[in-house]
């Protein structure tokens, strides 16, 4: 959409202005906010990294944010609560759309916010962050699997800024327990995973790549390689744990599951994060699929391996 081109447009030029005006900046934040209260997800995506962009890098209002998260937050404690006492209240269903906005904006605040920071939290909880990684997990258990489908998308976006989260064994049991489930209603849920874990290795690559940026801006006396192998080895600590039931997806009867899998395969390759032997029989496989894309793509992949 237009008002998401032109968030994504902002968030990139607002902090390379020179001294951009206070009434300016606020009035963005303002806008940001209400946006993300009014218009759909695409939307939502795009002004919260706006947000992240101006308050993270220029105004430090973070203020702001703490509020906007108390407003999104309370109001799944209270939707948790509700369900709690009732699992069949009318009022659940009138709630589902606000709450699924507000599972998908706590996601996102928790992706472009480092709520470890003390300065970021703002008097919130120290340990806010595992707060909503229970309560999420509460939903998580629920038969309901359009409420588990936005619950996981939430999940996704929080453990991309709080990748140790993926090392727990809550998150690890339930990721393991999605990606291996072959039954058709689960399919969704079993895509959603593989994108959880496919825009963690996107992200963690964007990641090093500005920290090689500011590294060459600064030229500081830190060791470039020794930051990169300690983010690698994390990424490549989590990949292993997760690698093998990844690679099961790639056998898949479901296409679009297949489809999902390889591109996880394709990031892990190109990031180095694993030995390619364990995945070239996989790939051989994959490379004999009736779908062309996926055989093609396989099968450029163990090519790639061989040079």
């Not at 993300?36 to 992240?52: E, F, K, M, N, P």
């Amino acid at each position: 959409t237009l008002i998401g081109v032109v968030a994504r447009t902002l968030e990139l030029v607002v902090p390379l202005m020179e001294h951009p005006s206070e009434s300016f900046l606020s009035q963005l934040e303002e806008d940001a906010v209400k946006l993300v209260l009014l218009h759909d997800r695409t939307v939502i995506t795009s002004c919260l990294a706006l947000l992240g962009s101006i308050v993270n890098t220029v105004t430090k209002n973070y203020r702001l944010t703490r509020d906007c998260f108390n407003k999104y937050y309370s109001f799944i404690v209270d939707y948790k609560k509700l369900h709690m006492e009732n699992p069949v209240e009318p009022k659940l269903e009138q709630c589902k759309p606000f709450f699924r906005r507000a599972l998908y904006t706590v996601g996102l605040l928790l992706r472009h916010f480092d709520f470890n920071n003390e300065q970021v939290r703002c008097g919130l909880s120290e340990t806010i962050t595992f707060q909503v990684v229970d309560t999420l997990l509460y939903f998580m258990n629920l038969s309901d699997t359009g409420l588990k489908y936005f619950t996981l998308q939430s999940l996704g976006s929080v453990c991309i800024r709080h990748y140790e989260l993926m090392l727990t064994d809550k998150l690890k049991d339930m990721y393991h327990s999605l990606l291996l489930d072959v039954d058709p209603a689960a399919q969704q849920l079993r895509i959603q995973t593989l994108l959880n874990i496919e825009t963690y290795l996107q992200e963690e690559d964007i990641r090093m790549m500005k920290e090689d940026q500011e590294w060459a801006k600064t030229k500081t006396k830190e060791n470039l390689k020794e930051m990169h192998d300690v983010q690698s080895g994390m990424a490549s600590a989590i990949i292993q744990l997760y690698l093998k039931q990844v690679l099961e997806c790639s056998v898949s009867g479901n296409v679009a599951v297949r489809h999902s899998a390889l591109r996880v395969t394709q990031l892990v390759l190109a990031q180095g994060l694993v030995h390619p032997v364990q995945i070239v029989p996989y790939l051989v496989c994959m490379s004999t699929d009736v779908e062309e894309i996926i055989a093609h793509s396989s099968d450029k992949q163990v090519q790639d391996i061989e040079k």
